[in-house]
């Protein structure tokens, strides 16, 4: 399968400020995902990222607090907006053509 | 109701046993079935798809039960390496946005 690379691995923030991840795939995949882990949790799926138009939020987010940009089909970013210590959590970025890839995950601690 | 369940465990198996628990998932038009396996603090990695005959890849093997909406995964001869959390993860529609359990966790035991 495809591989991604997602960076930063890991940050500390000071609340109030934001945070731009990025994912970088090494072949072109049509749909991209975000997703939010917290400890000793499920994945939930935060939006779909979407190449040309703007990104699918699920219920409980939203693009003002985690806008997304998918200029083509290998890249995309989640920004973390205003960030508070309920954000602290691993943000995981997907590709999925016939199987689901996952970036490393960024590990975010908001102070 | 969460849309896949999974029994959290943990499940603390003796190295060499078997290991075998379930996922429930609520759509009935889920069309594909998962299991990954995730390692502490690592991002889920594919571990198997899960296929209507049902599908066995080494030790690993998997089920679906369509009429009672559940997958299940059985782990043969465990090793010390197979501990780690199997998340279930149910495709729920063309679009590809995929459906987690929180995920099974295994320790495999000396």
């Known amino acids: 399968s495809a591989v991604i690379s997602q960076k930063p691995s890991r940050d500390i923030c000071q609340r109030g400020t934001s945070l731009t991840i990025q994912c970088q795939v090494d072949s072109q995949v049509t749909m991209m995902f975000w997703y939010r882990q917290q400890p000793g949790q499920s994945l939930t799926l935060i939006a779909t990222?979407?190449?040309?138009?703007?990104?699918?939020?699920e219920s409980g987010f939203v693009i003002d607090k985690f806008p997304i940009s998918r200029p083509n089909l290998t890249f995309s970013t989640l920004t973390v907006s205003n960030m508070s210590p309920e954000d602290s959590s691993i943000y995981l970025c997907?590709?999925?053509?016939?199987?689901?890839?996952f970036g490393q995950g960024t590990r975010l601690t908001v102070v | 109701r969460k849309e896949v369940e999974q029994d959290p465990g943990p499940f603390n198996v003796p190295e060499g046993a078997t290991v075998a628990f379930n996922c429930t998932y609520s759509n009935s038009a889920s069309q594909s079935f998962f299991w990954y396996r995730q390692d502490c603090r690592k991002e889920p990695k594919l571990l198997m798809s899960?296929?209507?005959s049902g599908n066995e890849d080494g030790r690993f093997t998997a089920q679906l039960n369509r009429a009672s909406q559940y997958i299940s995964l059985l782990i043969r001869d465990s090793k010390l390496s197979d501990s780690a959390t199997y998340l279930c993860v149910v495709l729920t529609d063309s679009w590809g946005k995929l459906q987690f359990g929180a995920g099974t966790q295994v320790v495999v035991t000396p």
């Open positions: 990222a979407n190449q040309g138009s703007e990104a699918t939020y």
């Open positions: 997907s590709g999925s053509e016939t199987e689901a890839f």
């Open positions: 899960v296929y209507s």
